[in-house]
């Protein structure tokens, strides 16, 4: 096991139904250290160019449009193995399918509307954690 930090998002679903919180909370009981946090609405372009690893799917323009409706917080998150595990802190992208108590089960309603982001690989980390933070936010 290894120190990881990871880029988490709590989507506009959670954060309008004042649930980021309770999320954020939620990951640090579960041992995740939030080294920087900030809310903010994503422009499209921003939008497009965080998901455009998934331009060719169906659901990219409503994901877009879903992500841009109103404020996230995106965050990121420090732990033993971060990765892997803030995604199983989350669950299943499928809030049905995912594990009870997990936050997507919690407070998920769709498998778009899903409560909450993480990155899926340590190389995909680094490049989400600099789309969104600077160097010198990331000393803490
Ligand atoms: P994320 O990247 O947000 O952490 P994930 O890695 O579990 O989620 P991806 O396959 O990367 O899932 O899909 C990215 C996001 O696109 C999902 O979290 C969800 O909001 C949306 N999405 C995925 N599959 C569908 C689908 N079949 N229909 C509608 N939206 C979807
Ligand atoms: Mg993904």
Redesign the pocket.
Known sequence: MSIERTLS?I?PDAVSAGKAGAILQHFEDKGLRVVASRKMTLSRSQALAF?A??KE???YE??VE?MTEGPVFVSVLEADSAVSYH?EV?G???PSDASDGTVRALYGS?????A?????SLENAQIEIGFFFSGAELLA
Do not use: Q
Request: proline share 4%; aromatic share 12%.
């Open positions: 998002i989507k998901y690893v998934h799917r169906p659901f409503s994901l879903f995604r989350m299943a992208t499928n769709s498998i778009e509307r899903n909450c982001h993480g990155s899926d």
